[in-house]
Each structure stands twice: as C-alpha cells, then as structure tokens.
C-alpha cells in the first residue's frame, strides 16, 4: 500500500478535510493527531441531495450504529438536524462517504461532497475525514433485501444502512484497529 501526504503549504495539508480511500491501493493518509484516541465519537454521512444518512460510534468510538436520516432542507438546517441526530456526547469527527468514480476520479457529486464536507467542518469546529463510498448503497440494499425489508420501506433506510456501512470500513482500517 502506497501513503501520499500532502507537501508542506498544499491546500489539502491545511484543511481539517483529508481522504482515505481504502479500496485503492494509494491511499492519502489521514491527519496525523490525536484523534483516533479511544474517547472520541465518531459519526459517518452517507450525504445525497434529497437525504443525508447518519451513523454514530458509541462514546467510546467504537461499534457502528444508524442514527436516522436527515430529509435535507439544506443549509444551517441540515446541521442542526444532523446533531439531533447524532446526540450526545457530540460527535469529535465526521466521516462523509466520497462518491468516487470507478476509475478513482471526482465527480461534480464528488466536488459537492468535498463543499458540504468543508462547510460540515467549519460549522461544528471538528475534523472531518473522506472515505470511498462506493458501492455502499448497493451493499446497504442488499442488506436490506436479506433482511426481508420491503422495497418500498428500503428508500428512508438505505441511507442510514449505507452511513453505518461507511463508518464500518472507515473503524476498521484506523491506526489501531484490529
């Protein structure tokens, strides 16, 4: 596996915005603080333009649990539900699924992801890391359809399936992890 970090001065190094793809064999590492200590919570978002699914850790960090999902109205409002949604302790860093393309490029869905995620960091003041969601909503309506969930109630559920299934992957290849 072949770590990039970004060079001393690049935009990306001064951001709290960092992605980790690990999927592909290159892989940007992630800031490297402190923030993989066992104390902090952890949310992931599955964010889409009707709907924003949330999954949370436990206050511990650990376990991935879906929280709900946020029908976007956008803005301010957007953030105000995702924190009712998260609770407390509030949550000490974001993971938002990345849209990739197949052949690991961005995407216009990619660039809006990258927005939201900066204005995600700005309003509530935490880190906020990237990870490749793809294919998470189609592992989520699998999930769904081998639990024997009807296709109509699927639609609201998949989001937070998919938010859980982000926050899944992202626990499992931290520092630390087993």
Same mark, same amino acid.
Request: charge should be positive; glycine fraction near 10%; include cysteine.
């Given at each position: 596996?072949?770590?990039?970090?970004?060079?001393?001065?690049?935009?990306?190094?001064?951001?709290?915005?960092?992605?980790?793809?690990?999927?592909?064999?290159?892989?940007?590492?992630?800031?490297?603080?402190?923030?993989?200590?066992?104390?902090?919570?952890?949310?992931?978002?599955?964010?889409?333009?009707?709907?924003?699914?949330? /999954?949370?850790?436990?206050?511990?960090?650990?376990?991935?649990?879906?929280?709900?999902?946020?029908?976007?109205?956008?803005?301010?409002?957007?953030?105000?539900?995702?924190?009712? *949604?998260?609770?407390?302790?509030?949550?000490?860093?974001?993971?938002?699924? *990345?849209?990739?393309?197949?052949?690991?490029?961005?995407?216009?869905?990619?660039?809006?992801?990258? /927005?939201?995620?900066?204005?995600?960091?700005?309003?509530?003041?935490?880190?906020?890391?990237?990870?490749?969601?793809?294919?998470?909503?189609?592992?989520?309506?699998?999930?769904?359809? /081998?639990?024997?969930?009807?296709?109509?109630?699927?639609?609201?559920?998949?989001?937070?399936?998919?938010?859980?299934?982000?926050?899944?992957?992202?626990?499992?290849?931290?520092?630390?992890?087993?």
């Amino acid at each position: 596996m072949i770590v990039i970090a970004a060079a001393p001065g690049d935009r990306a190094a001064a951001s709290p915005v960092a992605v980790h793809d690990a999927r592909s064999p290159v892989r940007v590492a992630p800031p490297q603080t402190s923030c993989y200590a066992p104390t902090v919570r952890i949310a992931a978002l599955d964010v889409g333009d009707a709907r924003i699914g949330v /999954a949370v850790t436990d206050a511990r960090g650990s376990g991935a649990h879906a929280a709900g999902v946020v029908e976007r109205v956008g803005g301010r409002r957007d953030f105000e539900a995702i924190a009712r *949604l998260v609770g407390e302790p509030p949550a000490g860093r974001f993971v938002v699924g *990345l849209p990739l393309n197949l052949d690991d490029s961005e995407g216009p869905r990619a660039r809006k992801t990258r /927005a939201f995620g900066e204005r995600l960091a700005a309003h509530f003041g935490v880190p906020v890391d990237f990870w490749d969601e793809r294919l998470t909503t189609f592992e989520a309506t699998e999930r769904l359809r /081998a639990a024997g969930v009807r296709a109509r109630r699927q639609r609201g559920l998949r989001d937070q399936i998919a938010a859980t299934i982000i926050l899944e992957e992202y626990l499992a290849h931290r520092p630390g992890a087993a």
